[in-house]
């Protein structure tokens, strides 16, 4: 359900410092190594000279977190929570925090009360889907995951694939509900490689034989490489009791490798491949 438009503005402003702190983390990869320790030294710095500032806690607390100081970033979001105890966004700077240091029932503490007040914040929401995953509850997990996809207009493939893992793992019963994430991920983003590669797994896993390979057959028909999928189509086919037609998928795969280039023929890679599918025709009894 999405939230009324005056909630999400006070959402959005309530957030300002908790947002900068996150655009900090994602341009975090592009900047020199030593750059988060000197931002981290000129925010000590200042904060010799204002020590009341619960904000610079929590800024040097977000680039101690970039650089894996757990204790260290904890200790300064705990600096800001004294100085700002009304300053919701700390508690999801520790569960952050603690979920990245390893102590995911902290992490879910925090995370709850940050999210009982901001029930739609993404952020929040996936990292306490990671955290519960931890916890060993997949099924509370999803439903953050989906609450979260639910607020973005372009989510990463990666969120589908950790849904549909989180699905799964409940058991049996949720591989349908697993299957139809990835599916949805396929709606919204296009049907990549990533998303019904994880698929197919699952329609094996859940023995819909028959809708995996339709799935491979898709792959096929736009792949220019046709080797591996090939030999996906094969294992599925050996999965599913079909014997001679894996057989002949195996003996497909390997002749589209002969086919290949010299340079690509012939790296390692494709020349396990073809050890591999040697080793399948071998050992996959045919009717013949």
Not at 9 to 35: F, K, S, V, Y
């Amino acid at each position: 359900m999405a939230a009324p438009s005056n909630l999400r503005t006070r959402l959005n402003w309530g957030l300002l410092p908790l947002t900068a702190a996150l655009c900090l983390a994602m341009r975090a990869p592009l900047l020199a190594h030593d750059e988060p320790r000197e931002r981290i030294a000129h925010l000590s710095r200042e904060i010799e000279q204002r020590p009341s500032d619960a904000e610079l806690y929590l800024s040097r607390g977000g680039l101690h977190l970039i650089e894996k100081h757990w204790e260290a970033a904890l200790a300064d979001f705990d600096r800001a929570a004294q100085l700002d105890p009304t300053n919701s966004a700390i508690d999801f700077y520790r569960g952050r925090g603690y979920l990245e240091s390893g102590s995911p029932q902290a992490a879910r503490e925090n995370l709850d009360r940050f999210l009982a007040r901001h029930p739609i914040h993404v952020q929040a929401l996936l990292a306490r889907a990671r955290t519960l995953r931890q916890l060993g509850e997949p099924r509370l997990a999803a439903d953050d995951y989906t609450w979260a996809l639910a607020q973005m207009r372009d989510p990463v493939p990666v969120l589908f694939l950790e849904r549909a893992d989180a699905l799964a793992a409940v058991g049996k019963p949720d591989l349908g509900a697993a299957i139809d994430s990835l599916d949805e991920g396929i709606a919204r983003l296009g049907s990549l490689v990533a998303l019904q590669s994880r698929a197919i797994d699952l329609e094996v896993r859940a023995r819909r034989y028959h809708a995996a390979l339709g799935r491979v057959d898709q792959i096929l028909l736009k792949s220019p490489r046709k080797e591996r999928w090939l030999a996906r189509r094969g294992e599925v086919l050996e999965q599913a009791g079909l014997n001679d037609e894996a057989h002949a998928s195996y003996s497909e795969a390997l002749a589209a490798i002969k086919r290949l280039p010299r340079r690509l023929g012939e790296t390692p890679a494709i020349q396990q491949l073809a050890a591999d599918l040697i080793n399948r025709l071998k050992a996959t009894p045919t009717g013949q």
